[in-house]
């Protein structure tokens, strides 16, 4: 297998991908002088991947939290000892982390870089842990689990996303919760292991001040055992969409009443196309509420929001959203304003050509700006890349996009869209 070298006009050096005869997909981004190297190595498994069809036809569902208590585990070593130190004694630094839709391993170092990234294999391709340990294992997550049900702004995301998707594994923490941990044990794990954990699922993206052909060769050298399996995954992701919860609320130890509005998107996204239609949705809500709109400026001025005010957008294939979070004096009006105006965008004040090249200019600034730090390159790659379409595709895309494919793209999300909001109150 070669690399493949793909050019960019902004960009100074090539990037590198291509798949091994295993299936995993390897993508080498070189950074002439950088001191810092980082390395990703990235899995198809997330939180929502409870409930799947096995390539044999056998429907299996699982507890919540497999994913993140499975992202835990895989850093204990065969003599029960932490991953974590065998890096640090190399002089790099590991993390790890889990999405709705994805798993990801990492690590940085400004020294060794070999034995760094043969470890970031290694631990994706063996367990070690026990039942004796995963038991252990329950209380520190439970505690994690805890930790962020302390936190307002966790559990108005939570809150708002169990309006739009009721009793699905996207309305639960990614971490699970205090009785799904309960019911994980060694088995599921490595059920689950074996079923997602395998090359033709997993992308390893390494950046830095790099030789290629050298890191190619080290790579191939860790993966010539590691065959994998190749036979195709049959992974019920849809998430199912049950009735809407329009309006919710609780009580809890807040200065300022939280809001949380959610757009559950109905409408189908074309395979591919999920960038696309994330940067469209984008720069739609940014015209109507982001900070350069009349809107914000007005709701802001007369103190009905303040910059807590934020917008996230998901979009997969199975499932899309956008959820808009602020702290507000005024909760209930604040919410049907903006609601309206989401609706209603068609003709609005703020969706302009001016606003919309105004908008253009500053996401390409500060994306290119972006990429001259290696942890943004690594951690929004594997965040936003398909087969067909990378973020070094979006400089291109910036340029070229017109409003009216953004507006086709709202009008699209919008007419279909369902709507809630959740509102934590001080108690």
């Not at 109905?266 to 350069?292: A, H, W």
């Not at 379409?389 to 400089?395: A, G, L, N, W, Y």
Request: aromatic residues 10%; contains cysteine.
């Amino acid at each position: 297998m070669k690399l493949i070298e793909k050019t960019y006009p902004y960009l100074n050096t090539p990037i590198y991908q291509g798949r091994l005869e295993n299936g995993l997909r390897i993508v080498l981004i070189p950074k002439k002088d950088f001191h810092e190297t980082y390395a990703i190595m990235t899995v198809e498994f997330g939180s929502v991947d409870n409930e799947l069809t096995t390539s044999d036809n056998r429907k299996r569902i699982y507890p919540v939290g497999v994913a993140h208590f499975l992202e835990h585990k895989l850093f204990e070593t065969a003599d029960s000892g932490d991953m974590l130190h065998e890096f640090a004694v190399y002089g790099a630094n590991a993390n790890a982390y889990t999405s709705f839709n994805q798993t990801s391993y990492l690590f940085s170092t400004t020294g060794e870089l070999r034995r760094p990234l043969e470890l970031l294999q290694k631990m994706v391709r063996e367990v070690h842990f026990t039942e004796e340990s995963v038991e252990r294992e329950k209380e520190i997550i439970v505690q994690e689990i805890e930790m962020y049900a302390d936190d307002s702004d966790h559990r108005l995301y939570l809150g708002i996303l169990k309006g739009l998707y009721p009793n699905t594994s996207l309305a639960e923490d990614i971490a699970g919760t205090r009785d799904s941990i309960q019911e994980i044990s060694a088995t599921t794990l490595r059920e689950n292991f074996q079923q997602f954990y395998r090359p033709n699922a997993m992308t390893l993206v390494v950046t830095g001040d790099i030789d290629i052909h050298e890191v190619f060769g080290w790579i191939c050298d860790d993966q010539a055992e590691n065959q994998g399996i190749q036979e195709e995954r049959q992974i019920a992701t849809q998430v199912v969409k049950g009735a809407v919860s329009e309006h919710g609320k609780e009580y809890w130890e807040v200065g300022l009443p939280k809001l949380a509005i959610g757009l559950r998107g109905n409408d189908v996204i074309p395979k591919g196309k999920e960038q696309y239609y994330q940067i469209c949705l984008s720069f739609l809500l940014s015209m109507l509420i982001g900070r350069t709109s009349k809107r914000y400026q007005t709701l802001y001025e007369t103190n009905k929001i303040d910059h807590s005010l934020s917008v996230h957008i998901e979009v997969q294939q199975g499932y899309h959203f956008v959820v808009v979070t602020g702290d507000t004096a005024e909760p209930i009006t604040v919410s049907s304003q903006l609601r309206k105006a989401f609706l209603n965008f068609d003709g609005d004040e703020d969706v302009t050509q001016e606003h919309f090249q105004i908008l253009k200019n500053e996401m390409y600034g500060e994306f290119i700006n972006g990429l001259n730090s290696s942890e943004f390159t690594v951690g929004y790659f594997v965040n936003h890349f398909s087969e067909t379409e990378s973020i070094f595709d979006i400089p291109e895309l910036l340029i070229s996009l017109k409003l009216e494919e953004v507006l086709d793209i709202g009008r699209q999300f919008m007419s279909q869209c369902d709507v809630a909001d959740f509102i934590i109150f001080p108690k």
